[in-house]
């Protein structure tokens, strides 16, 4: 048995070995890291982008106070009140056909690729008759991205993450 310890033939292989399978490790470990990367990228610029065309179906409103001199959305009242007045859109529905998503998950190779849920809007109106240019039209969402991993044999839990997103509406006069 002393023999077979003190024999040093063969140890450069085993050597190799680990390095090669430490290697890939930390190969297989950085794809999943660019993976979820990129995945959660993409649903950001697409939040983004919906939230965007909210933001853009909301130019009515947003004009109508632009013509006396605001950049609100507000309207004047049958009382000669001015109201508030703005719509959240279908941010959802806008989501859904750009990642085709089914009920809030992608699904790709017949496996749950990621899962949206938690969908907030808030659309926050610039201030009326405001005497600053600082305040302006702006639409927020926010999502939780659940996403599987494929690295750990199941034995990780999902990556989940709150995305947010905004965008506004600044008048160029």
Same mark, same amino acid.
């Given at each position: 048995?002393?023999?077979? *310890?003190?024999?040093?033939?063969?140890?450069?292989?085993?050597?190799?070995?680990?390095?090669?399978?430490?290697? *890939?490790? *930390?190969?297989?470990?950085?794809?999943?890291?660019?993976?979820?990367?990129?995945?959660?990228? +993409?649903?950001?610029?697409?939040?983004?982008?919906?939230?965007?065309?909210?933001?853009?179906?909301?130019?009515?409103?947003?004009?109508?106070?632009?013509?006396?001199?605001?950049?609100?959305?507000?309207?004047?009242?049958?009382?000669?009140?001015?109201?508030?007045?703005?719509?959240? +859109?279908?941010?959802? *529905?806008?989501?859904?056909?750009?990642?085709?998503?089914?009920?809030?998950?992608?699904?790709?190779?017949?496996?749950?690729?990621?899962?949206?849920?938690?969908?907030?809007?808030?659309?926050?109106?610039?201030?009326?008759?405001?005497?600053?240019?600082?305040?302006?039209?702006?639409?927020?969402?926010?999502?939780?991205?659940?996403?599987?991993?494929?690295?750990?044999?199941?034995?990780?839990?999902?990556?989940?993450?709150?995305?947010?997103?905004?965008?506004?509406?600044?008048?160029?006069?």
């Amino acid at each position: 048995m002393n023999r077979i *310890m003190k024999d040093r033939n063969g140890n450069a292989a085993l050597f190799a070995i680990i390095i090669i399978l430490c290697l *890939m490790l *930390m190969f297989t470990v950085i794809s999943e890291y660019l993976r979820l990367q990129i995945i959660a990228s +993409g649903v950001r610029d697409a939040l983004q982008s919906s939230v965007i065309a909210v933001a853009t179906e909301n130019y009515d409103e947003v004009y109508n106070g632009l013509r006396e001199g605001y950049s609100g959305g507000y309207q004047l009242s049958e009382t000669d009140q001015w109201e508030e007045q703005v719509d959240s +859109g279908a941010v959802l *529905m806008k989501l859904s056909d750009k990642l085709g998503l089914i009920e809030g998950t992608k699904y790709a190779g017949g496996y749950m690729e990621y899962q949206l849920s938690d969908l907030d809007i808030q659309i926050n109106n610039a201030t009326f008759a405001t005497s600053d240019n600082d305040s302006r039209f702006e639409a927020e969402a926010w999502v939780t991205l659940t996403v599987p991993l494929s690295f750990g044999w199941d034995h990780l839990p999902p990556m989940e993450i709150r995305l947010k997103v905004d965008a506004g509406y600044s008048p160029k006069f």
